[in-house]
């Protein structure tokens, strides 16, 4: 069983930054897709951002340029540093886990709130 757990989240003003963080349990969990989804207020959840074991990254449009996923393998982590925030970027953020054999599994969700 994969456990992810985030934390990082808060409010910060437009043009802040935070960083989130997801540890997840479980041996399969160094060979697996590790990413970030979010779902604003009236929308449908959306990915974010993904990065393979290898360290492929892959993000969303919205976020290009301004944030960044990275992993670390040896603590089964994955980081979402996000820069220059704009308050459209308001959503509870999920981390995914995405396992070769078992499948994906979610996070709670952590809310960040950017103010303008």
């Known amino acids: 069983q994969v456990q992810p757990v985030e934390s990082g989240g808060g409010l910060v003003q437009a043009g802040g930054s935070l960083r989130l963080s997801c540890a997840a349990s479980g041996s399969m969990v160094s060979f697996a897709v590790m990413g970030w989804h979010r779902r604003a207020p009236g929308k449908q959840r959306e990915l974010v951002a993904a990065i393979t074991s290898g360290g492929t990254t892959n993000y969303a449009d919205s976020v290009k340029g301004r944030f960044a996923i990275s992993r670390d393998n040896a603590k089964n982590t994955v980081y979402l540093q996000m820069n220059s925030l704009r308050p459209e970027d308001t959503a509870v953020y999920y981390c995914?886990?995405?396992?070769?054999?078992?499948?994906?599994?979610w996070g709670q969700g952590t809310q960040v709130t950017v103010s303008s």
């Open positions: 995914n886990v995405d396992t070769a054999y078992a499948g994906r599994f």
